[in-house]
């Protein structure tokens, strides 16, 4: 059975870090591009940051690129996002997903809220 659970999520200070994991099961993960996405109230679902199968490759969105890293441990089977100097528009539900070819799989989500 394939799973995709995050966590890490919380309540967040502005200017405070975070980091989510995405622990994955059921399927080769080290196989898989992993890629997290968020979706703001009222918004759409946009993509945060990927990383390559082997880890070598990534990419980030203007907006979090210098304060986001992503990072994957394939003996673990488990993705992460580091989250620094954290804003209040950084407030979403964060979601992991894997992807090879066709086949595609999502997490449930994890709740971040930056707030003062």
């Known amino acids: 059975q394939v799973q995709l659970v995050e966590s890490g999520g919380g309540l967040v200070q502005p200017g405070g870090p975070l980091r989510l994991s995405c622990a994955a099961s059921g399927f080769i993960f080290s196989t898989y591009t992993m890629t997290w996405y968020r979706q703001a109230p009222g918004k759409e679902r946009d993509v945060v940051a990927g990383i390559s199968s082997s880890g070598i490759s990534t990419n980030y969105v203007d907006s979090v690129k210098g304060r986001f890293t992503i990072s994957r441990d394939n003996a673990k089977r488990t993705a992460y996002l580091q989250m620094n100097s954290l804003k209040p528009e950084d407030t979403a539900v964060y979601f992991c997903?894997?992807?090879?070819?066709?086949?595609?799989?999502w997490g449930q989500g994890t709740q971040v809220t930056v707030s003062s």
């Open positions: 997903n894997a992807r090879r070819g066709p086949q595609s799989y």
